[in-house]
Every structure is written in structure tokens, then in C-alpha cells.
């Protein structure tokens, strides 16, 4: 359960690194006054590798292999056309076969749209980037200085309450507690602060607790009605939904989400010890079904569920501008900066990932891996999950695809 959610802070990714380690690097207002379409400078078109389905399969089944997934599902679209992959079952040792209609959990790619429903209250002018979050916080270690702005790109230096070992010890022997949001910020203010507010980039997924308690303040409503009425129901999003605390449940049809090892032995290095990846890879130890575990320790930061089908009109419209007014999308694509000084280091910005030329999230959380992308200026869109998260080696099995696709279709 090590998701986008906790191991992007352990990586230092939808966690935020290179896309190979992205667990970044897990979530519109219907009164919006124009429809609009990103307003950012776009790059020249890039003459893209053309693939083909049987490829693309090659390329799945290599990485699941070497991971040993149960299943996984890609979709790739492209100007040349569009492309499905389903590997595997959804339950280990038995023949059920995975499908893009299955529900999965969907991680901090949940981050994205929490993000959004912020952006859209300061384009109702109900907030501010500018906003100390101690405005509508005062509890918040350094609240005077850290702004919303620095909530949502990651530069709060707020400690990530999923670094605790309170919760990874509950994680192991409570799966299915009941996390309140208060609880969790109870856990990261319990810690120092990394660094200053604005010093440099930290994931963590206190800074999108906070926004999504601070959404609950200013529109006077539970998040997932938030959510509904901004994002999920004007977008035709009908596969896709955010569970009350109280809910461990995933709506049918569904696979078994499933990890390696335990949280504990996760916590401060994603990979598990050498004698356990042995035993992995020898066969002899069999992955946990942490399925019914309850996501609300993500909350915010990464308890949403959908369909891979979901995922991809849920990306197309997140970076087509289908969103927020024009200068706002604008802006939000131009706030992605540099994770790091690495040259292949995904960027990050307003509750968005880039990796490349895609804009998106990836995301990981109980027993399930994901990522999501697309590129406005070439239309490519690629959606991968995988009902394994992460790898006994500590590699998140669906953005080690993603990475594997990305490389082969874009020339280097």
C-alpha cells in the first residue's frame, strides 16, 4: 500500500521522480462563464513512433512479467489511432480475466482533482493562491507563511503523515480503521517541518488533506458531494467516485488489489529486504490481498475510484481545459517546475504532474498502481493501472510501464 501517496515522498513523483519511480510522482465548476481550451504555449508536434497493438502488449507483458502482476490495463490513444491492453486476472490463481470497465483505486491521482475543485474556488474568488493557509487553519505549523499556492505544489515543507510509523503500524494490524482527516494532520503537526515554506519542493500529502478540509470550509458541503457536483457529474464521470471514511468498498466489477511484504518494512525504502525479494522471486512467498483495505488514511490525497475508461476523459478534460477559464488552465500547465535538478525528473505544479510531454498524475495505494497522462500538443493519452503496488524491488509496476511506453513512442 505503499501509494503515490506515501512513496513519493520516500522516492523523493502520481510521489515526484522520474517517471520510472513516479509515484507523484494518487482530485469544474459548473458555472463557469466560457468553455475553454488550454491557453498555454504549446511546443512544435512531435513525430511520434508509430506503435501498434501487439507491440504495445509486448511491451506490458515484459514488465509484468518481471514483476510478477496479476493483471494490469493499458490504454493508449494517438493520433494514428487507439490502442487497449488487458493482461493478466484479477485474481491471482484464478481465470478472471481483467477489463478496462473494472474499478480500481486510483491513488493520488485523486490529487489532481482535489486540486481542481481549489482552482475553481479561487476562480469564484473565494479564496486566493496568495492565501496564508493559517486564514482558514490556525493550527498549521508555519501557517503565517506557507500559501495555498504551496499547498498545491508541493512546497509547503509540511512533514507527510504517511512517514509515520503510527500509521504504517496501524496499516499492518488495523487495515480497516477509520481515519479521519484530523487524525492524519494530527500525525504530520505531531512533526517538525522539513524545511521553511517556498525553500524547495517536498511531496506530501498533508498539503492536499489540508486543501481538501479547507474545500469542506468554503463550499459548506462533505467532499464527496464536492466532488460529484463539481467534477464527476458534469463531466459524465459516472464510473468514478470518492468513498465516505466509513466505506472500504470498491463497486462491481472489481480486482483484487494486492502488495508484497508490509507497511513498516516500507516505510523509509520502498524496496523490501534481499531475502524477501528472494523469496519473491523464487516463488515461495505470495503477495498480500490488501484490497478491502480501508483508503481513508489517503482521504484526499488518494482515497478516489475508477475505470482506466474513466481515467482517460478524466485526463483529456484536466489538461484540455474543460475545467477552468482559460488564464486560470494557463496558468495552472505553466506552474509545473522541476522536482529536482535531475534532467529526467518529472515536474510539478498546481496538483499536476509532468513527466515529458504528458500532463497527468500517477498514483498508488492499496494494492493498486496507476498513472495517467496526455500530451495537448501531440493528442496522445496513455492510462496504465495494475493490481500489484508496488514490486518486491520497490518499483511501481505501472509507471515502469508507462515509462517503457513513453520511451517507445516519443523518439529520444
Not at 192 to 213: D, W
Request: aromatic letters at 6%; hydrophobic letters at 35%; one cysteine or more.
Amino acid at each position: 500500500m505503499r501509494a503515490a501517496l506515501r512513496r513519493a515522498s520516500t522516492v523523493r513523483l502520481i510521489g515526484a521522480v522520474a517517471l520510472s519511480a513516479l509515484v507523484i510522482a494518487g482530485c469544474t465548476s459548473t458555472e463557469s462563464s466560457e468553455e475553454t481550451t488550454p491557453a498555454t504555449e504549446t511546443s512544435p508536434t512531435t513525430a511520434l513512433r508509430d506503435i501498434d497493438t501487439e507491440t504495445l502488449n509486448g511491451l506490458v507483458e515484459d514488465v509484468a512479467r518481471e514483476f510478477q502482476v496479476p493483471g494490469a490495463v493499458v490504454i493508449l490513444r494517438t493520433p494514428d489511432g487507439a490502442h487497449t491492453v488487458q493482461y493478466g486476472t484479477g485474481t491471482r490463481d484464478e481465470d478472471i480475466p481483467v477489463d478496462a470497465v473494472d474499478h480500481v483505486r486510483i491513488g493520488s491521482n485523486t490529487k489532481t482533482m482535489i486540486g481542481t475543485v481549489i482552482l475553481q474556488l479561487v476562480q469564484e474568488g473565494k479564496i486566493a493562491l496568495t492565501d496564508p493557509v493559517s486564514k482558514y487553519r490556525t493550527d498549521v505549523p508555519n501557517g503565517d507563511n506557507i500559501t495555498i499556492e504551496q499547498l498545491l505544489d508541493m512546497r509547503s515543507g509540511l512533514f507527510n503523515y504517511t512517514e509515520t510509523p503510527e500509521l504504517n503500524e496501524a496499516l499492518d494490524n488495523d487495515p480497516q480503521r477509520q481515519w479521519k482527516p484530523e487524525e492524519l494532520l494530527a500525525l504530520a503537526f505531531a512533526n517538525p517541518p522539513y524545511f521553511p515554506p517556498g525553500e524547495r519542493y517536498q511531496y506530501s500529502n498533508t498539503n492536499t488533506v489540508l486543501l481538501g478540509l479547507i474545500a469542506e470550509s468554503l463550499d459548506d458541503k462533505p467532499l464527496p458531494q464536492i466532488l460529484q457536483s463539481r467534477l464527476f457529474g458534469p463531466l459524465g464521470l459516472s464510473q468514478t467516485s470518492f468513498p465516505d471514511i466509513a466505506d472500504s468498498s470498491i463497486p462491481a466489477p472489481y480486482p483484487q488489489g494486492y502488495m508484497y511484504g508490509t507497511n513498516m518494512q516500507t516505510m523509509t525504502d520502498p524496496a523490501l529486504p534481499e531475502d524477501v525479494q528472494d523469496a519473491v522471486e523464487a516463488g515461495t512467498l505470495a503477495p498480500t490481498d490488501v484490497t478491502d483495505t480501508n483508503p481513508s488514511w489517503g482521504w484526499a490525497a488518494g482515497a478516489a475510484i475508477s475505470t482506466a475508461n474513466d481515467l482517460v476523459t478524466w485526463v483529456q478534460d484536466l489538461v484540455g481545459g474543460q475545467l477552468l477559464n482559460a488564464d486560470l488552465q494557463a496558468d495552472r500547465l505553466g506552474s509545473v517546475q522541476p522536482t529536482s535538478p535531475d534532467s529526467d525528473a518529472a515536474e510539478y505544479g498546481w496538483g499536476i504532474a509532468k513527466v515529458g510531454p504528458l500532463y497527468g498524475h500517477a498514483g498508488e495505494i492499496s494494492g493498486f498502481n496507476s498513472f495517467m497522462g496526455h500530451d495537448p500538443d501531440n493528442n496522445v493519452t496513455l492510462v496504465v493501472w495494475t493490481n500489484l503496488a508496488r514490486a518486491a524491488n520497490g518499483q511501481g509496476p505501472a509507471t515502469t510501464m508507462a515509462r517503457a511506453i513513453i520511451d517507445r513512442i516519443y523518439p529520444s
